[in-house]
Every structure is written in C-alpha cells, then in structure tokens.
T-cell receptor, first 113, second 114 residues
C-alpha cells in the first residue's frame, strides 16, 4: 500500500540551529514528492517539489530536500532555523496518472529563542 | 499567483444542520479537492473533482457530498452535521496532469459542530 511516514511528530530546535525533518515513502511507481508548510490557522504552502533530475532540490525560505531512492526518503533540511519557521510540515507523494496525493501526518516544529 | 479562496475561516453550526463550505479558485484548474485535517491524522481526502459535474469519492466520503457546477467553484456539503465532523477543512486545486503537479491550498475553514 502507498504510504508516507513522518516519524517525528514534534521537533524542537534552537534558533540558528540546523534542521532536518524526515520523510519516508512507500510507492511502487516513480514518486513525485512535495513538502508543504502550514502556519497556525492557515492553509498549506508549497516549500519544494521533486519530479526528476537532480536529487537535491531547493525551495523557498532557504529550505532544501534530498531524494534518496535507495532509502525511499525525502528529508527536508535547513542550515539555520529562524523563529518564523515554527509551523507544521507535511510531506506528500503523488504519481503521474492519478489524482491522489498521499500526505504524511505532519511534523510540528517549535523554535526556541 | 494562484488563489484558492474558502468562503469562511471559522464556522459554528448546530447538530443536524445542513452546512455548505465553498471554495473558489482563479487559475482555471481542472482538479479540485476537499480534505479534512485532524491532529495526528494528517490530511484525509473527502472528495475530488476532475471536471465540472464530475466527482469521485476519496478516503472518507461518508456524511459528505460535493457539488461542482462551475469550473472555478467546488462546494462541500454536510447533509446533517454531527459533532464528529468538527474539524479543519481544506480545499485545494491542481492542474489536470494529476498528482505529478503540486496542489494549491486555500486558507482552511475551521468548522465546529455543537
């Protein structure tokens, strides 16, 4: 069955520290991978996406993610976290020819001043 | 910029009421979606539509229906609201290629059923 796992429900980091949010997927076909961010009370905003090509993708707000097919992972990283990055982050997978996105359950990020 | 607009940010309704959640997108997207978001459960697909008057059930369609009379508008209907439908509802739209393109989300409607 297709699935997306975000193993960390909550993560707390200090402002200025580096960040890595984990995402593992299970999908038979070639996956299309997304990271979204949701600020409190808001909808989801796309941070970055991977369709093909270079496995390291750059996104908005200084985020990047690396696709590792051998590990079925698409982890999100940021070298230096800002207090405004506190939010919930969702990993999602899609596939050509289907309409369905599969979302992980989210990781809530807290940033300490 | 793509804009997906949900008609209400917050709604409070009584048990048994018929509830309409409205969503409008301005990018001429073929695909539109309704998701429900609950803590610890992530986003769950209720219904999606790939064209006017076309709809398909998602993972949790029970207790909901949808309407898409115009391309830009997708409505979610709770026929008889119940307290277990208290949740955050998110509308999204995307291009016709399917889930190999990103979805664009509205700001969400937080519905409370009392």
């Amino acid at each position: 069955a297709q699935s997306v796992t975000q193993p960390d429900i909550h993560i707390t980091v200090s402002e200025g520290a580096s960040l890595e949010l984990r995402c593992n997927y299970s999908y038979g076909a070639t996956p299309y991978l997304f990271w979204y961010v949701q600020s409190p009370g808001q909808g989801l905003q796309l941070l970055l996406k991977y369709f093909s090509g270079d496995t390291l993708v750059q996104g908005i707000k200084g985020f990047e993610a690396e696709f590792k097919r051998s590990q079925s992972s698409f982890n999100l990283r940021k070298p230096s976290v800002h207090w405004s990055d506190a939010a919930e982050y969702f990993c999602a997978v899609g596939s050509s020819g289907t309409y369905k996105y599969i979302f992980g359950t989210g990781t809530r990020l807290k940033v300490l001043a | 910029d793509v804009k997906v607009t949900q008609s209400s940010r917050y709604l409070v309704k009584r048990t048994g009421e018929k509830v309409f959640l409205e969503c409008v997108q301005d990018m001429d997207h073929e695909n539109m979606f309704w998701y429900r978001q609950d803590p610890g459960l992530g986003l769950r697909l209720i219904y999606f539509s790939y064209d006017v008057k076309m709809k398909e059930k998602g993972d949790i369609p029970e207790g909901y229906s949808v309407s898409r009379e115009k391309k830009e508008r997708f409505s979610l209907i709770l026929e008889s609201a119940s307290t277990n439908q208290t949740s955050m509802y998110l509308c999204a739209s995307s291009f016709p290629e399917g889930s190999n393109t990103e979805a664009f989300f509205g700001q969400g409607t937080r519905l409370t059923v009392v």
